[in-house]
């Protein structure tokens, strides 16, 4: 079995974001990144299942130099192999161009299965997943919390709203996003960190995925990020707890909201 | 010779820095040092499952046979997460020292360690007192010349006052024999001064962790805290004293990676190296743990807020095996004989 991982490089969680002087993106000179979180319990899920028997997992992500980190990382934690996809082109990509870059790479390696996290954990749009599914012309489920692989199919557990679980059966080949929380994510182990500088990590440009610059060009382009305005005429109300209560409902009723 | 850290040395501490900002927060610490063993359930597990305990065991007990130089970064992380497990005696002294002794010590008890089944208590001149002998497996005292190895029956242990709620201190009592050597003469005294090194040289590296952890956290209050209108950082009082922390720390780091390197490729400066840095380091720690305190204000006294994790365990390691003064002392004694 051959399971594609696909991974986004994010800012790390504890990171201090400031918006960058063009004002449609954040400041990422000086920013330590990681692997998203909800990639990573894709890459758990599918180390999961190579664990349980015979499976490839090969990782694959798109950015500039940096991103090599989170392969390693990845390949440390007991990837097979991985892809990185760097190419001017893709500066700036949106979720289709990223989805159109990854889907090359799906072709070309055929996987069974393809993991990915729900959204990332930046532009936390969740579009990427369902575009590569559509692309590839794949089955697929999101916000997935559990997983069991038999034979052709896998069965997994979505996530909807209130609590409550759907379970669905997909045919092999299938893309799957997964939820954050499906598993506990392993660390990558000093000797995997080690090993993982003998694993195959390719490099590719955008050409090389049979691709042109304008097939991956946005169509989306970010006008403005900013901080919302602060609001004013906020009131603390001041008395014990029983003439604050009165308070407010006086409050409310001058609204005319009761 | 390029002076720097590898690309895995660097990976091996962003994945133990990762692991430990999910296991070892400061209210896991602080909850440790309430609890019997002073250490943190199952965390000493999962280290040896990483590979970080055996790191320094070979490969053929079930280690990686890394070395001190793969410690430097490590011990800094553990240092900043003032990790309350017994990193630094079993795993970055005591498995070297047992490997170089080798035979049936070696062979019982490095795959122990690396297994995460053992910890090794040391008792090594000039430290008066032994850290974690209630959690001890084994023991390797020092007794003049002689390194003896003991099983906790063979000890009598008596707790300590010790500032450190994690690093607890026990003073040993035991007679050395015939029986429990297991190294004497030439080879004892350089073992022995080998191991002094490794020690102070790990201490060191936790320093400049705890003394970054310190500035950081103190950084980042004084960007948040507003007196007169204005953050406390801007005040020149405020961050003149956080420059000058900044500067230990940075003066002390290239000396640990340098001693780290000596003491690695046995250069004859290894001790005067490691004294320098241990000196250093605890210097930097100290000096951070003042100007943390300082700026923090009364909150940073108090027992809720866990300034003091990071605080007693510099003033704990800064004593450890030598404080600045006794490395001082032998560097001059080095540098003038």
Same mark, same amino acid.
């Given at each position: 079995m051959k399971i594609l991982v696909c991974l986004k490089q994010v800012p790390h969680k504890d990171a201090r974001l400031d918006i960058a002087g063009h004002g449609t993106w954040i400041d990422d000179a000086n920013l330590k990144f990681e692997i998203n979180d909800y990639d990573n319990y894709a890459l758990e899920a599918a180390l999961r299942i190579k664990d349980a028997g015979e499976a490839e997992v090969i990782v694959a992500t798109i950015g500039p130099d940096r991103v090599v980190q989170s392969l390693r990382t990845a390949l440390g934690m007991g990837a097979d192999r991985a892809v990185h996809v760097k190419d001017e082109a893709l500066e700036g990509s949106d979720s289709l161009g990223v989805a159109k870059s990854l889907a090359a790479i799906a072709a070309q390696e055929s996987p069974d299965l393809i993991l990915t996290g729900l959204m990332s954990d930046d532009a936390n749009y969740g579009l990427t997943g369902p575009m590569l599914a559509e692309l590839s012309g794949l089955p697929h489920a999101t916000g997935i919390v559990s997983c069991e692989h038999a034979g052709e199919s896998i069965t997994v557990e979505r996530e909807l @709203? !209130? !609590? /409550?679980l759907e379970v669905v059966e997909l045919p092999l080949p299938a893309l799957v996003t997964v939820q954050t929380g499906m598993n506990e994510v392993r660390y990558a182990s000093l000797k995997g960190i080690m090993q993982a500088k003998k694993k195959p990590l390719e490099t590719k440009s955008v /050409? $090389?995925? !049979?691709?042109? /610059? *304008? $097939? +991956? /060009?946005? &169509? +989306?382009t970010i006008e403005k990020i900013y901080m919302p305005p602060k609001g004013e005429g906020a009131e603390i109300l001041q008395g014990s707890a029983a003439e604050v209560s009165q308070q407010l409902v006086t409050k409310i009723k001058e609204l005319g909201l009761l | 010779m390029r002076f720097a850290f590898s690309e895995e040395q660097r990976l091996f501490q962003e994945a133990l820095a990762g692991m430990l900002a999910e296991q070892c927060p400061p209210e896991a610490v602080a909850e440790a040092w309430n609890g019997d063993s002073g250490r943190i359930p199952g965390l000493w597990a999962k280290l040896a499952e990483m590979g970080v305990v055996g790191l320094s065991v070979p490969e053929a007990h079930g280690g990686l046979g890394l070395d001190q130089l793969d410690w430097v970064l490590l011990l800094q992380e553990a240092g900043r997460a003032a990790l309350p497990e017994p990193l630094l005696e079993t795993s970055a002294v005591a498995a070297p020292l047992l490997s170089e002794l080798g035979g049936e010590l070696a062979n019982e008890w490095l795959p122990r360690i690396a297994a995460g089944e053992a910890v090794v208590a040391l008792g090594l001149d000039p430290a008066p007192w032994v850290a974690d002998a209630h959690e001890a497996d084994l023991f390797l005292l020092q007794a003049g010349d002689e390194i003896h190895a003991l099983s906790p029956q063979e000890v009598r242990a008596t707790a300590q006052p010790s500032v450190d709620g994690a690093r607890r201190l026990f003073r +040993?009592?035991? =007679?050395? *024999? =015939?029986r429990t050597r297991a190294a004497a003469g030439e080879g004892g005294r350089e073992l022995l001064a080998l191991t002094l090194d490794r020690a102070a040289l790990g201490a060191a590296a936790q320093l400049v962790g705890l003394a970054r952890a310190m500035l950081d956290r103190s950084v980042d209050y004084a960007k948040k805290r507003e007196q007169f209108g204005q953050a406390i950082g801007a005040f020149q009082a405020v961050k003149h004293q956080l420059s000058d922390a900044l500067l230990q720390i940075e003066f002390a780091r290239p000396l640990v990676a340098h001693a780290a390197y000596t003491l690695v490729h046995d250069w004859y400066t290894r001790s005067r190296d490691v004294s320098t840095a241990k000196a250093r380091a605890s210097d930097a720690a100290l000096q951070c743990a003042k100007t943390a305190l300082q700026c923090h204000g009364a909150i !940073?006294? *108090?027992? @809720?807020?866990?300034?003091?994790l990071?605080? &007693?365990r510099s003033w704990s390691l800064a004593a450890a095996h030598g404080d600045a003064a006794w490395h001082r002392s032998r560097l001059a004694k080095l540098l003038l004989d």
């Open positions: @709203e !209130g !609590g /409550a /050409a $090389d995925l !049979g691709l042109q /610059a *304008s $097939d +991956v /060009a946005p &169509k +989306v | +040993v009592e035991w =007679e050395p *024999s =015939e !940073g006294y *108090s027992f @809720e807020y866990p300034l003091h990071w605080m &007693k």
